[in-house]
């Protein structure tokens, strides 16, 4: 269980203090805005949660966990609205697909209600990954043997 923390101006002195702004997220990593009171706060495991008026809704804003290959640095990853969002709806999304760790970046609409979007999506480039990096098992060169046989 996660908190999700801001900076806010100290009264007493200057500079920044931090304070909590809500509680009960599962691994947050990214808070944005769309442009309104809203925060959005995206769930590594593929939820992307609503802070609003100060508490955190109930509903998910959009759950795609069944689609997301989530642990360590994988997971849904990244957020971001269409500048014309307001009237048209449209956001963005980049996450580890489920079963094969491959990269997938890939557009859904908000619904009828403004807290919800369309689980409808539409995906815009999926990048295969050979053996991820992200977990940690694929082994890296130094600079130092680059470009040197390893026999």
């Given at each position: 269980m996660w908190a999700l923390w801001t900076a806010a101006p100290a009264l007493a002195?200057?500079?920044?203090?931090?304070?909590?702004?809500?509680?009960?997220?599962?691994?947050p990593l990214y808070v944005t805005h769309a442009g309104d009171d809203r925060l959005f706060v995206l769930e590594q495991p593929?939820?992307?949660?609503?802070?609003?008026?100060?508490?955190?809704?109930?509903?998910?804003?959009?759950?795609?966990?069944?689609?997301?290959?989530?642990?360590?640095?994988?997971?849904?990853?990244?957020?971001?609205?269409?500048?014309e969002y307001r009237k048209n709806g449209r956001f963005f999304v980049d996450y580890t697909r489920e079963p094969d760790g491959a990269t997938?970046?890939?557009?859904?609409?908000?619904?009828?209600?403004?807290?919800?979007?369309?689980?409808?999506?539409?995906v815009l480039l999926v990048v295969a990954q050979r053996r991820s990096a992200r977990t940690g098992t694929a082994s890296c060169t130094s600079s130092a043997t680059r470009g040197r046989s390893t026999d």
């Open positions: 002195q200057p500079g920044i203090a931090l304070g909590p702004v809500a509680a009960g997220l599962e691994s593929g939820c992307i949660r609503i802070v609003q008026g100060g508490r955190l809704l109930e509903a998910p804003f959009l759950d795609i966990t069944r689609r997301v290959l989530a642990g360590g640095e994988r997971g849904l990853l990244g957020l971001a609205f269409h500048p997938v970046v890939a557009e859904y609409r908000v619904s009828g209600d403004p807290n919800a979007a369309a689980t409808d999506e539409r």
